[in-house]
C-alpha cells in the first residue's frame, strides 16, 4: 500500500513538473501562459471579493446571533409581573 502512495506521487509530481516546464520554458508555452494569467487574475479578484463578502456575513451573523442571546437574556431576567397595575402583593 505504501508503495502505491509513492509511485502516485511520483507520477503526480512528473506530471506537475512537466507541465511548469512547459508553461515556462517553451515559447508555446508562454503564449498560452499569456493567454490564462488574465483570467487567473479575474479569478483572484472575484476569490477576494467572495472572502470579503463571507466575513461580512460572519459578522453580520454574530452580530445578529449576540443580539438575539441579549434579548433572551433580558426576557428572562426580567421580573414577572403577577398582579397588574403597579401592585406587587395583594395585600
Do not use: C, H
Amino acid at each position: 500500500m505504501n508503495n502505491s502512495r509513492v509511485l502516485a506521487v511520483t507520477i503526480v509530481g512528473a506530471v506537475v513538473g512537466s507541465v511548469a516546464g512547459y508553461l515556462f520554458f517553451t515559447e508555446s508555452g508562454r503564449s498560452i501562459r499569456r493567454q490564462i494569467e488574465p483570467a487567473l487574475d479575474d479569478f483572484a479578484k472575484e476569490l477576494a471579493s467572495f472572502r470579503g463578502t463571507v466575513t461580512m456575513a460572519a459578522g453580520a451573523a454574530g452580530e445578529g446571533w449576540k443580539m438575539l442571546t441579549e434579548a433572551l437574556d433580558e426576557t428572562l431576567a426580567a421580573p414577572t409581573v403577577r398582579y397588574p397595575g403597579r401592585q406587587t402583593s395583594p395585600f
